[in-house]
């Protein structure tokens, strides 16, 4: 499985901007999209509970791999 989606995060000594970094993923955002966010990005970290909210409200779903139809 390849990711659809991924930005500069993994750098530890280089954070992105949590304001940019949350607008690039809401902007991205599509049907049967992967993204990847690395678990070190202390950015992910402190907006990924309002991404979460945010793609919700805007009617989208997150899935397991196993849940999508082959």
Same mark, same amino acid.
């Given at each position: 499985?390849? #990711?659809? /989606?991924? =930005? %500069?995060? #993994? $750098?530890?000594?280089?954070?992105? !901007?949590?304001?940019?970094? @949350?607008?690039?993923?809401?902007?991205?955002? +599509? $049907?049967?999209?992967?993204?990847?966010? +690395?678990? $070190?990005?202390? *950015?992910? *970290?402190?907006?990924?509970?309002?991404?979460?909210?945010?793609? @919700?409200?805007?009617? =989208?779903? /997150?899935?397991?791999? !196993? %849940? /999508?139809?082959?």
């Amino acid at each position: 499985v390849m #990711w659809s /989606f991924a =930005y %500069e995060d #993994w $750098n530890e000594n280089q954070q992105p !901007d949590e304001g940019k970094s @949350k607008e690039k993923v809401l902007k991205n955002l +599509h $049907n049967g999209e992967i993204i990847l966010l +690395h678990g $070190n990005s202390k *950015t992910n *970290t402190n907006i990924l509970d309002s991404i979460i909210k945010e793609t @919700k409200n805007m009617g =989208y779903e /997150f899935k397991s791999l !196993d %849940e /999508f139809e082959k």
